[in-house]
Structure formats: C-alpha cells, structure tokens
C-alpha cells in the first residue's frame, strides 16, 4: 500500500476540492492518505511518503502561489529527487503554461513527475474523474 501525501493551495475551493478528489480515489485503492493545505505542511514530510501530490491553482502570469505554494515548492527542491510526484490545479484563463513549467521544475530538481491534471474552474463531472483516477494512479504506484 502507497503512502500518498497531498498539499495543496487553494483561493476560491477549487483546488481544494480537486485534493480532496485526489485522495477519495487514493483511499478507495487503498493508499494511506495526508492531505494537508500547504499552511499546515512542513518540508520534511515528504520524506516520509512514497508518493506526493502538490496543488496550485494558476495566479497571475501563469505562475503557481506564490505566497505559500512557491516557498514550499522551493524547500523540498533538495528533498524530491527520485520522489514520485503528481501535479494538479486549477485556472481560469490561459492555457496551461504554469503546469507545464511546473512539471519541468520538478524534472529538473530530479522528482519523477508522474502525472499533471488541471481543471477549468472547478472541477466537475469528467474533470471530477480525472481527479479520482489520479488517485487510485498514485495509490498504485
């Protein structure tokens, strides 16, 4: 059984609820599951975890949070080589461009990043699936 660890960011509920979508679909797999707002996490959990799942929403020029998320991001950069990472959030404009560059900055501090789902908005009906799935995917791994 995985032990799942998701943080997330969230402004308006929408990435939190896909955190919470994220770890039904960990939980119904069987993973052990920590899901945490990125105020309550410290760097040194994700030592403890087989897998992490990280959340932002999309803010500004397509960039993640940069109040707490990008700090936190920044503190486990030594801490994720190897780490089987997932990506997920949310937008409401633009194309995607802070996931991608998100997923890149992952690779490059040597975590291997599983998976990305991002949503418009909040995430509903296939959107809400996706977010499931990606949770039974980290469960297994």
Request: hydrophobic residues 40%.
């Amino acid at each position: 059984m995985s032990k799942v660890l998701i943080i997330y960011w969230s402004g308006t509920g929408n990435t939190e609820k896909m955190a919470q979508l994220i770890s039904q679909g960990a939980k119904s797999a069987g993973a052990e599951v920590e899901l945490l707002n990125v105020a309550l996490a410290e760097p040194d959990m994700v030592d403890d975890y087989d897998v992490i799942a990280l959340g932002s929403p999309s803010m500004g020029v397509e960039v993640i949070e940069e109040e707490e998320m990008e700090p936190f991001v920044e503190d486990i950069k030594d801490k994720v080589s190897g780490k089987k990472i997932a990506l997920f959030g949310s937008y409401d404009w633009g194309d995607g461009e802070w996931m991608r560059d998100w997923q890149e900055r992952m690779s490059k501090y040597g975590a291997q990043v599983i998976d990305a789902v991002i949503t418009r908005e909040a995430p509903e009906g296939e959107s809400e699936q996706e977010c499931v799935n990606l949770g039974v995917k980290l469960a297994t791994l």
